[in-house]
């Protein structure tokens, strides 16, 4: 059972345009949320993240917003670049014990095309 | 600064045979996780490490599969008797003992054949 879910396999936008990569949660115990860039044959870059206090946090051209009654959160890139063609994953962490685990979305393939 | 580094970053072996994947995690970072994506899956957690505190060994999918991390700093991940289904790429992380982000190095591509 997918406890994080990115709906998306794929996004295809023009450069320039805004990108909006979805990602849905089951578990309330999820506490943070964090977004993730990946390109191929690298591992998973840390993009931003969110507290489960805040509904926004905005890191130049990436803001994450964040709707808990909704159990959602979304990824926005404005504008997108080519260079931001890549896999996405969203991650949800919550305390297991002395971990914090992450429990990982598919990813979303995004393709920016100039 | 150095990142995670992680050694082979591929590894051909054939059935039966066992394998050792490698981590060096970031200097300082106290945890340390090992994930591996199959193809057209997402990260499956397969053990964490955090400081001296015994590891969550939870998300190890068989009794074939084990970790050890020395001095906590490298850490080695070893399969043993090697199935085709162990074919993936091995990710590892690390962070600081505060934090939720996790840093990861390149992967290792394990294929079974």
């Known amino acids: 059972d997918q406890q994080v879910k990115q709906n998306s396999p794929s996004l295809s936008v023009q450069e320039g345009r805004i990108s909006i990569l979805n990602c849905d949660y089951t578990?309330?115990?999820?506490?943070?949320f964090l977004w993730y860039k990946k390109y191929p044959a690298e591992g998973p870059t840390f993009l931003i993240s969110i507290s489960s206090i805040k509904d926004k946090n905005e890191d130049g051209r990436f803001t994450v917003f964040l709707n808990k009654s909704a159990k959602h959160l979304s990824l926005h890139i404005v504008p997108s670049q080519p260079g931001d063609s890549a896999v996405y994953f969203c991650?949800?962490?919550?305390?297991?014990?002395?971990?914090?685990?992450?429990?990982w979305g598919l990813g979303t393939s995004l393709a920016v095309n100039p | 600064g150095a990142g995670v580094s992680q050694s082979p970053s591929n590894k051909v072996t054939e059935k039966g045979k066992d394998v050792e994947l490698r981590c060096d995690p970031i200097s300082g970072h106290t945890a340390l996780y090992w994930y591996r994506q199959s193809l057209g899956q997402g990260l499956e957690f397969l053990i964490y490490?955090?400081?001296?505190?015994?590891?969550?060994k939870s998300g190890l999918p068989s009794d074939r599969f084990s970790a050890e991390r020395t001095g906590g700093s490298v850490s080695t991940l070893t399969i043993q008797r090697t199935q085709q289904e162990d074919s993936a790429v091995y990710l590892c992380a690390s962070r600081v003992g505060g934090g939720y982000e996790q840093y990861f190095g390149p992967g290792t591509r394990l294929t079974v054949t």
């Open positions: 490490f955090q400081g001296n505190s015994a590891p969550d």
């Open positions: 578990n309330s115990m999820f506490d943070y």
């Open positions: 991650a949800a962490a919550y305390n297991a014990g002395n971990n914090r685990k992450l429990i």
